[in-house]
């Protein structure tokens, strides 16, 4: 019979509370490493927000505001970048594909961005993945929509639904362009991301409201919104009558957009066409790295991560206060088998590989369920978490953080068996051999 | 070796808290001696075959064992020398309740040396005993599984595996009819003159007291 025999014959006499100590340490095992997955999702989610986008050029101001404005839809619109310069850009040989951001209209408090199509074939988020429709089509004609997910499922919005712009971003929106409503056609799978909550038209779409909108109440400046068709004379009246009438084809292409995005045909060049961009004599424009400021825009909103972190370190607090509990349970129950084990000679090394070797497979065995549970979980969770929230959770070993957490839990079980053992053999022989009523 | 004192108390007291249980100016057993200790219920008896094994220590006076004084020894020194010379029958056995009969018995044999090196394998000499004492067709049996007159019996074999020098056996016979109870105390001096060991017998049966060398009354007379 060796040590070992004698270890796992004494836990599974004790079966019941063994298997409830594993199974509680185990849920705390899990718990940590959910939150500390929830933890690295969050800063990868966000800072995968715009991916494979090589840079965001927008009109001069700081790298954060660009990236607050162009991608995240916050904060007003001062300045655009004129459609000659987006051009020239455009039709730089380093540049693969461009999209270009037109803001300023909103829908119900929903953000209205006018672009291309290209914006569904390079736009990508997180790992690569592409934007998708979940019904519907891109955009067509001048006054079709391609609706964020959120969007069409909180304003209960179908394909075929007749939308109105107003003017201005926020919910109490200033002047409706009743006059022209556009028509959805199509409605994007939900990403997680901003998009998720923006009303795409087309550049011509916002265009032709506001040529609408200038003739029709005048030239009136509001917040929120600083069009480049404001800033036309009325000398579109021509334009608009003709699109009254439906007559002739009428010029819409837009005078400036608000930021566009850039890919570049080698990653490797970005940083030059940055350079190039940010010191242009011309007009005065800034183009950004997005993998960089949504870095330094994390770091800014980073107060999550660091709640996120305290409440990782207080479940493992918890988790080890449980085991503790746990083990002080285990070895009062084994206290007259140790006690019986010394009156037949076992030193304090055979009692204490005893314990340690029963702590060692108990919080072993806990390390391994609590992460099998995990994974398990969120096998399970993950369609329906990239349905409701639109994060697709990636499915990877555990993070060197992780491990050394895992660690801790692992050192502090031994440790911690250890102490109530030592006390055990500690008290009188006598106090283990009696049976206590 | 007969005639030598394996057993010696001196100036003992022991109380359990304040109230005092034993107090003996001197008690001494020789070696190869059969000692039978009689007395009424909660007189001390197990309270001084635990302070001739150690288990408890005296509030004051000395312990000596084979010319040891148990009191100048560490816990683990005093561990390793019961485990090495004596054999104890526990009035509540202390049989560990998740190991098989044959396990319980041959325990000591695994943590001293000194009696596995009187054994050339283990498993046989267990057998033997448990033969002896009626046991042989429980051996595999775990001993929560056993009446309690059987649990007596696996208790008194793991005593007297790997002969000790001193065999305390405290109530063996208390769970036993009176024809097992016989056959015990007919194997339990068997083994103690094969082995020269010195036996300290505790019981309320006085009939058992004439064929001991000696018997001892606590709370009482010495005879
Ligand atoms: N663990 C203990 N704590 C406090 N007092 C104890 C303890 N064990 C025994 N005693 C007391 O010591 C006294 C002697 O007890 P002991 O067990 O030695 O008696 P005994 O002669 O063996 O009795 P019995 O024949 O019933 O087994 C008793 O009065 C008892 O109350
Ligand atoms: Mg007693």
Redesign the interface.
């Known amino acids: 019979?060796s040590p070992y025999s004698?270890s796992v014959?004494?836990m599974?006499?004790r079966m019941g509370s063994v298997v409830i100590t594993v199974a509680s340490l185990a849920l705390g095992v899990a718990l940590l490493l959910g939150v500390e997955r929830i933890r690295n999702e969050a800063r990868y989610g966000f800072t995968n927000t715009i991916s494979e986008t090589d840079l965001i050029v927008g009109a001069r101001s700081g790298s954060v505001s660009l990236l607050l404005t162009s991608i995240f839809h916050i904060g007003n619109v001062t300045d655009n970048v004129s459609w000659e310069t987006y051009q020239k850009i455009k039709t730089n040989p380093q540049v693969a594909w461009t999209i270009p951001i037109s803001l300023g209209d909103s829908h119900k408090g929903y953000t209205v961005l006018g672009t291309n199509n290209g914006y569904f074939k390079h736009y990508k988020y997180g790992q690569k993945r592409m934007l998708a429709l979940a019904e519907g089509e891109v955009l067509a004609d001048t006054y079709d929509a391609v609706l964020g997910a959120e969007v069409a499922e909180s304003l209960g919005y179908s394909i075929g639904q007749q939308i109105v712009l107003a003017h201005g971003s926020g919910e109490l929106s200033f002047v409706e362009h009743t006059e022209n409503p556009f028509t959805v056609v199509g409605v994007l799978k939900r990403t997680g991301t901003p998009i998720d909550q923006t009303v795409h038209v087309s550049l011509e779409g916002i265009e032709a409201i506001h040529l609408d909108f200038n003739n029709g109440e005048g030239h009136v400046h509001h917040a929120g919104c600083n069009h480049a068709s404001h800033q036309k004379e009325a000398s579109s009246i021509d334009a608009f009558d003709a699109l009254l009438a439906g007559e002739e084809e009428v010029d819409l292409t837009p005078s400036e957009v608000t930021a566009f995005l850039v890919g570049m045909k080698s990653r490797s060049d970005a940083v030059m066409l940055q350079r190039a961009i940010n010191v242009h004599d011309g007009e005065a424009l800034t183009a950004v790295l997005p993998g960089v400021a949504l870095t330094e825009l994390w770091q800014v909103v980073g107060v999550v991560e660091n709640i996120l972190f305290v409440v990782s370190i207080l479940v493992l607090f918890v988790s080890l206060a449980s085991m503790f509990g746990a083990l002080m349970m285990s070895i009062k129950e084994r206290r007259?088998?140790i006690?019986?084990?010394?009156?037949?000679?076992?030193?304090?090394r055979?009692i204490v590989s005893l314990v340690l070797g029963e702590a060692m497979l108990v919080t072993l065995s806990a390390i391994v369920l609590g992460a099998v549970l995990l994974y398990a979980a969120l096998f399970a969770l993950r369609p329906l978490i990239q349905e409701r929230v639109g994060m697709w959770i990636e499915i990877t070993p555990p993070t060197s953080t992780e491990w050394t957490m895992l660690g801790i839990i692992f050192c502090s079980g031994v440790v911690i068996a250890l102490l109530p053992a030592w006390r055990c053999y500690?008290s009188?022989?006598?106090d283990g051999?009696?049976?206590k009523l | 070796m007969k005639g030598e004192i394996a057993v010696q108390l001196n100036n003992l007291r022991f109380a359990w808290e304040q109230e005092v249980v034993l107090e003996l100016d001197r008690f001494e057993v020789r070696q190869g001696e059969k000692l039978f200790v009689g007395g009424p219920s909660g007189s001390g008896k197990s309270s001084l075959l635990?302070l001739l094994?150690g288990?408890?220590?005296p509030t004051s006076g000395s312990v000596e064992l084979l010319g040891k004084n148990l009191s100048s020894m560490s816990?683990?020194q005093r561990?390793?020398f019961?485990?090495?010379h004596v054999g104890?029958i526990?009035q509540?056995f202390?049989?560990?309740?998740?190991?098989s009969v044959l396990?319980n018995v041959?325990?000591?044999l695994?943590?001293?040396n000194r009696r596995s090196a009187r054994v050339s394998d283990a498993k046989a000499e267990g057998l033997r005993l448990l033969r002896h004492l009626g046991m042989e067709k429980f051996i595999e049996r775990r001993v929560i599984d056993l009446s309690v007159g059987q649990q007596q019996r696996v208790a008194a074999a793991?005593a007297l595996i790997g002969g000790p020098e001193i065999v305390l056996a405290d109530e063996p016979t208390s769970a036993l009819d009176e024809t097992n109870s016989r056959a015990f105390v007919d194997l339990l001096f068997q083994q103690c003159e094969d082995t020269g060991a010195t036996l300290i017998f505790v019981s309320h049966d006085s009939i058992l007291a004439e064929r001991f060398d000696r018997s001892y009354l606590l709370g009482g007379e010495e005879s």
């Open positions: 019979m004698l014959k004494s599974k006499h007259r088998e006690a019986i084990l010394r009156s037949v000679g076992a030193r304090p055979h500690r009188s022989l006598s051999l009696t049976i | 635990s094994s288990v408890a220590q816990d683990s561990d390793v019961r485990a090495d104890y526990f509540m202390n049989l560990i309740p998740f190991l396990e041959t325990l000591p695994r943590f001293s793991r």
